[in-house]
């Protein structure tokens, strides 16, 4: 298994501004991902992490308004950029070890 | 279009009622089958991966069972600490990234005592 924590745990951010949430995890694991859960809906893969190479985004998601930094094989950053009322969301951290995958507790974005 | 769909949305339980959760996906190459609990404000907390049909596996009162078109989350004399939303997603061969989970809205699950 594998132990994650974020932070920060929540944020109430102004429109406009960015948020970089880091993730930690207990041991080293080579896929790491970034979720997305908007209010009242399922979680949405926003991109993959893994150490060592650039993020791979998933459609409707850009480097420039999510850009993630994987610096070891235990964190990784994602900014949320120039933020709006949209990205008010659950922001999560997850990574796959052992074919299993386990998730952080979650980011919660307030835009106002 | 790949989808996956859980039902019901809701379900109430009297403790110690036995009842399933479903989840029917369709999806072509199924590399594997996720069943996650989530608690509010918390992250998902895996629970188990199926990965072919016959496939069973079980926890405490939970047992999951996949079949080629469905799972279903059997939840045997449930308690109250089992309220939760339960959360089901896939991971295949043709959904975008090879290592993408694929979600289900959920299953909110409230046992009153």
């Known amino acids: 298994s594998a132990v994650i924590s974020q932070k920060p745990s929540r944020d109430i951010c102004q429109r406009g501004t960015s948020l970089t949430i880091q993730c930690q995890v207990d041991s080293q694991v080579t896929m790491m991902f970034w979720y997305r859960q908007q209010p009242g809906q399922s979680l949405t893969l926003i991109a993959t992490a893994n150490q060592g190479s650039e993020a791979t985004y998933e459609s409707g998601f850009v480097i420039d308004k999510f850009p993630i930094s994987r610096p070891n094989l235990t964190f990784s950053t994602l900014t949320v950029s120039n933020m709006s009322p949209e990205d008010s969301s659950i922001y999560l951290c997850?990574?796959?070890?052992?074919?299993?995958?386990?998730f952080g507790p979650g980011t919660r974005l307030t835009v106002t | 279009e790949d989808q996956v769909t859980q039902s019901p949305e809701a379900l109430r339980l009297q403790e110690g009622e036995s009842s399933s959760l479903n989840c029917s996906y369709t999806v072509s190459g199924l590399r594997g089958l996720f069943w996650y609990r989530q608690d509010p404000g918390k992250g998902p907390e895996f629970l188990f991966t199926?990965?072919?049909a016959g496939e069973e596996k079980e926890k405490e009162r939970l047992k999951a069972t996949l079949t080629k078109k469905e799972s279903f989350l059997h939840i045997t004399a449930p308690k109250p600490e089992d309220s939760a939303t339960y959360l089901c997603?896939?991971?295949?061969?043709?959904?975008?990234?090879?290592?993408?989970?694929?979600f289900g809205t959920g299953t909110r699950l409230t046992v009153i005592p």
């Open positions: 997850s990574v796959k070890t052992g074919g299993e995958q386990y």
């Open positions: 997603a896939v991971q295949a061969v043709g959904l975008a990234g090879a290592n993408n989970l694929f």
């Open positions: 199926l990965y072919s």
